[in-house]
């Protein structure tokens, strides 16, 4: 009757009760304050409207709230409930201005029949709240459970034996395809299906998903028959996008009458009489879907099944992502110590997140080049063994590496007993020739200590010569897909070169362009300048007096 508000929900206190599990206690309620019958979806409480999980559904379409028309049929759970206006002489309450009230004409299960129009007859879906974080519960209005309550109470319990077994099993297991071994067993133990999927998105290596577009990485069969059936399965790209994109898992009971399976005729021509499509879903990503099907042409799945491989592929994901957690890593550390060997740590970060600004080809930029050789190498190598001559190399190498990365240089090669360092690749800075001229007097001053080591060790102490030129080169990967090398190439690198050549023991040769790039702030003497080969001027040479 007109004037009050009819409630509509599975607690007993409800106006309209409908015992079904997937009504909520309080789930959607009748305004009738004012000139007409408005179903409202949800309950208030202190004030504020809360929605109901499973939604309210009117003549086949979800709705939030809807001003009711006679004949008005509106579906919640698997319970119907016809609206009908009667006349006022048809009433029993003889106040005036009263022509209308709500009858339930109907609130028996009669089977899912939502139909939400864009999705054809996929019936019911799962958001990824949900499918995260759904607890079913029973009532505790009444002090004995009710026949139904039992049934479903014992359904639960097979479903989390089910899931315990998996989570326990799970955590032992890190390879992508016996995680998904382990999933569908216990989905054919929990289901009905006949054959299920799983399908992987491509993620980058810092872990993001790359698109929606997924690889097969496991199918399986109930039944040997259908095995044909299974090596050249379809699966509806419409739904699996869907699935992804708005996380949530969907069940179709009909594929022939379903919208979303138009244009695929394979699907239906295999016999597909029912699906279910759940993503592989986490906090931070959805790394794929789990695709189930029945081809039973008399039986489909039911709410239960949507709900148990959501769950299972829920749990399925966290070991998916921690697994690809785990190789990610463990080829950043790989990355790490191979890279950490000739680039100082900040390049290493930079490189590994971001690895595509490091391919094969280059840019041209400016940079300052190190050049260091040592002096009268080769005569010692010929009178000492090989063994110290490598150990000599290695104490000068380790020594020299060090001063580079901590002036923010790349170690570009070891050239024999000579090294090359980059200053100002990957990243450019104002700074990068002063850093060079100070890593280039780090070294030298480093060798007075260094020498007095190896001749405590028994070597004969060493000179070296260093060179340093600034200009732009092409800095970039050089060399083949299957190997290749960060370096600098051009006339910038050839001519710090030819300085280092021309630096005897103890000396450091800068050209013009450093001094000047370096704002002409370190000490150095005017040589002579250098005739160097396919140059047309002499190159202005100066000594860098650091003793």
């Not at 019911?124 to 109470?153: F, Y």
């Not at 080769?378 to 020594?399: K, M, Q």
Request: glycine residues 6%; charged residues 25%.
């Amino acid at each position: 009757m007109p004037g009050r508000t009819y409630t509509i929900g599975r607690s007993k206190e409800n106006d309209i009760v409908l015992n079904d599990r997937r009504v909520s206690r309080k789930h959607a309620f009748i305004d009738a304050t004012g000139a007409h019958f408005k179903l409202v979806d949800g309950y208030l409480e202190n004030g504020e409207l809360l929605r109901s999980v499973n939604r309210v559904f009117v003549n086949g379409s979800a709705q939030l709230e809807r001003i009711l028309e006679s004949g008005d049929v509106v579906a919640i759970g698997e319970c119907r409930i016809t609206f009908k206006a009667l006349s006022t002489s048809a009433q029993t309450d003889n106040r005036p201005g009263i022509d209308a009230q709500p009858v339930v004409a109907s609130a028996v299960p009669v089977g899912i029949q939502y139909d939400d129009a864009p999705l054809g007859h996929t019936q019911v879906q799962m958001s990824a709240k949900e499918i995260i974080g759904r607890q079913s519960h029973l009532s505790m209005e009444s002090a004995s459970a009710t026949p139904e309550e039992i049934k479903v109470l014992k359904r639960k319990a097979v479903m989390l034996e089910l899931l315990f077994e998996m989570s326990r099993t799970l955590g032992t297991v890190f390879d992508l395809k016996e995680i998904f071994e382990k999933a569908t067993d216990l989905i054919f133990r929990g289901t009905p299906a006949d054959r299920v999927v799983a399908l992987l998105a491509d993620e980058t290596v810092d872990g993001k998903i790359l698109d929606y577009s997924l690889f097969q990485i496991g199918a399986k069969t109930r039944d040997a028959q259908f095995q044909n059936l299974t090596d050249k399965l379809t699966v509806s790209r419409t739904i699996t996008q869907r699935v992804m994109r708005e996380k949530v898992a969907l069940l179709s009971q009909d594929a022939k009458t379903d919208a979303q399976f138009s244009g695929a005729e394979s699907i239906v021509a295999q016999g597909v009489r029912s699906t279910i499509c759940a993503p592989l879903i986490t906090e931070s990503n959805v790394h794929g879907v789990i695709y189930a099907d029945r081809l039973d042409p008399f039986a489909a799945f039911s709410p239960d099944h949507l709900e148990l491989i959501s769950a299972v592929a829920a749990q399925t994901a966290v070991t998916v992502e921690t697994v690809r957690a785990h190789k990610r890593l463990a080829r950043e550390e790989v990355a790490r110590a191979n890279y950490s060997r000739f680039m100082p740590e900040y390049v290493v970060k930079q490189l590994l997140e971001n690895p595509d600004s490091f391919r094969l080809g280059g840019v041209n930029q400016k940079i300052t080049v190190l050049f260091a050789d040592i002096r009268g190498f080769t005569s010692f190598s010929e009178t000492e063994n090989p063994e110290r001559v490598v150990g000599l190399l290695n104490r000068y190498f380790t020594a020299m590496t060090e001063i580079i990365f901590e002036h923010g240089g790349t170690l570009d090669k070891y050239i024999g007993d000579g090294l090359m360092a980059i200053f100002g690749a990957p990243t450019a800075t104002p700074v990068d020739a002063v850093n060079a001229v100070k890593a280039a007097v780090a070294m030298q001053k480093r060798l007075i200590t260094l020498n007095e080591e190896l001749r405590q060790a028994g070597y004969s102490p060493v000179k070296v010569g260093i060179g340093l030129h600034t200009g732009v080169a092409t800095i970039g990967y050089v060399g083949s897909e299957q190997r290749s090398e960060y370096t600098a190439i051009g006339d910038t690198v050839n001519l710090a070169a030819r300085l280092e050549q021309n630096a005897v023991g103890g000396q450091i040769l800068v050209s013009e362009a450093t001094v000047s790039a370096a704002g002409n702030i370190f000490p150095v003497t005017v040589l002579e300048p250098l005739a160097v080969k396919n140059r047309l001027q002499p190159v202005a040479l100066f000594e860098l007096r650091w003793a």
